[in-house]
């Protein structure tokens, strides 16, 4: 019983480590994300002042 419950509790710890993982790979995803798209905005809107220019 006391082992059984062990295990219970030792599978629980290794699912939240892979959630939190999981949680730390997503918000890089999403902070590079964000950085690619407030990127090609700035670029678009140079080329749109580019294009406004000529």
Do not use: C, P
Not at 12 to 32: A, C, D, G, P, R
Not at 33 to 47: E, P
């Amino acid at each position: 019983m006391r082992l059984n419950k062990m295990g219970s509790y030792h599978t629980e710890k290794i699912l939240y480590s892979q959630q939190v993982l999981h949680l730390k790979i997503y918000s890089i995803q999403y902070q590079i994300l964000l950085k690619k798209m407030i990127w090609i905005g700035r670029n678009s809107l140079d080329f749109a002042q580019m294009a406004h220019l000529q």
